[in-house]
């Protein structure tokens, strides 16, 4: 599995990348859900499957006083992914410049610009941009403006919701 630390710097071999994005503090059975779609899209449409999440936590980031239990710590999350069989993992630094990225230019500059996904799966509680600006629904309307699929996992890891298609018959 190939670690990247930087969406300015994507290799090009790996255009048209089927990511899924979040911050994986515990890769529970719920992330490995939203983790296993990446892979099995990615796998039909014969395209690199990978993870994207961020280090420090946002949470940290903004509230660095404030504890923070991680169930799984950066090595043993690097481990499950690859024990998954993601072909890359992107760990974005949680910056200033990113956190002040509007939930449509983190669209456009990292996952269109940077690492031009054809396809990204996220957890029904996903959000992003500048003051949690961007939910699942946001990035499902400006994946179909900008040219790329979006598959949002329900609760229960089980299913996408909001009525999306099985992964596996939508390709």
Do not use: C, W
């Amino acid at each position: 599995m190939l670690d990247l630390s930087s969406y300015k710097t994507f290799p090009d071999t790996m255009n048209g990348a089927v990511i899924a994005i979040g911050n994986f503090d515990g890769v529970h059975l719920g992330h490995k859900a939203v983790l296993t779609y990446a892979l099995d899209i990615a796998r039909k449409r014969k395209s690199s499957a990978g993870v994207m999440f961020f280090s420090p936590h946002p949470r940290q980031f903004f509230s660095p006083d404030t504890p923070l239990f991680m169930l799984t710590n950066p090595r043993q999350k690097r481990a499950e992914f690859e024990k998954i069989g993601l072909d890359f993992a992107l760990e974005l630094p949680f910056d200033a410049e990113l956190a002040q990225k509007s939930a449509e230019e983190f669209v456009t500059q990292v996952l269109v610009e940077g690492v031009k996904v054809s396809h990204v799966v996220v957890g029904y509680d996903f959000f992003f941009g500048r003051g949690r600006g961007g939910n699942p629904q946001i990035l499902r309307e400006l994946g179909e403006n900008l040219g790329f699929g979006v598959t949002i996992v329900d609760a229960e890891g089980l299913l996408p919701s909001d009525g999306d298609k099985e992964p596996n018959s939508e390709l």
